[in-house]
């Protein structure tokens, strides 16, 4: 079986600051013409932040998509400038949080939705953390606060449905992981 949609027609219906909105007529392999609604995404990047105590740093912030609050690891997006997913790490980590780190090892890169969307996530781990004097401000249109958990207290937050987004959740089976890696 072949698996490929040759693109036929690509209409952009509307570009934003983050994300461009495209609807798209392909070919399918057996000749049929389908549509695809596409959201292109410049990509982005999240960190895993453990404090020298074992705790996880997290933010809380409002996200209107949800209309609710979420719990979540620091993250954003790729600006033109960042030189690759750790430079955005770095620079999120510092602007939600006011800390920044001395060891940072990269953990995983994924597709957060390809059913719909191209964004494409890199996931830092990030520790030795040090609270910085004058951190990068955050952006604008952001009111995050902070929040340094313990493994039980993150899992709470989880189990309360605070702490639902994908990037988030995988970081706590990663933590998990992490865990049983050691205690075996």
Known sequence: MEFYEETVEDKSIYKGNVTEYTVQKVKLPN?????REIVKHAGAAAVIPFTDDGRLVLVKQYRKAIE????ELPAGLKDADD?????????????ETGFRAKEWSFVTSFYS???????????????NLLLVDEPLPQDEDENVEVI??????AW????????RDSKTVFA?????MKRQMTNE
């Open 31 to 35: 000749g049929k013409i389908a549509q």
């Open 156 to 163: 709470s937050l989880y189990e309360q449905g605070l702490l």
């Open 148 to 153: 340094i958990a313990t493994y039980d207290e």
């Open 172 to 176: 706590l089976f990663y933590w998990k």
């Open 83 to 95: 030189e690759s997913g750790l430079s955005t790490a770095k620079r999120e980590l510092e602007e």
């Open 68 to 71: 609710n609050e979420s719990v």
């Open 113 to 127: 939705t390809p059913g719909f969307t191209d964004e494409f996530l890199e996931i830092y781990e990030a520790s």
